[in-house]
């Protein structure tokens, strides 16, 4: 496949001097300069499981709507409609 890439002047010129030296071509030395640097790509640490501790029966309280947003910000400032 082929692709453009940018590259800053000093590096492509080094690239190129290593090229050949190794008596190789540019393309294969970004190749094999790619390859090595996703091989040694850490994976992620497995994610610890979570869990929401909760206390009491019986769900939401009387009156509280998960979907009208104002109504839980007024509840949890301490309005329940009635102030």
Known sequence: ???????EDR???????????KG?????????SLRETLARRVPPAPRKRFRVI???EGGLQPGVDLDDTSSL???MDGFDGTN
């Open 73 to 75: 910000l007024d509840r």
């Open 24 to 32: 190789t071509t540019l393309t294969a030395l970004i190749e094999d």
């Open 1 to 7: 496949m082929r692709t453009t890439i940018r590259l």
């Open 54 to 56: 909760t206390f009491g």
């Open 11 to 21: 590096l492509l010129i080094e690239a190129k001097k290593r090229a050949a030296e």
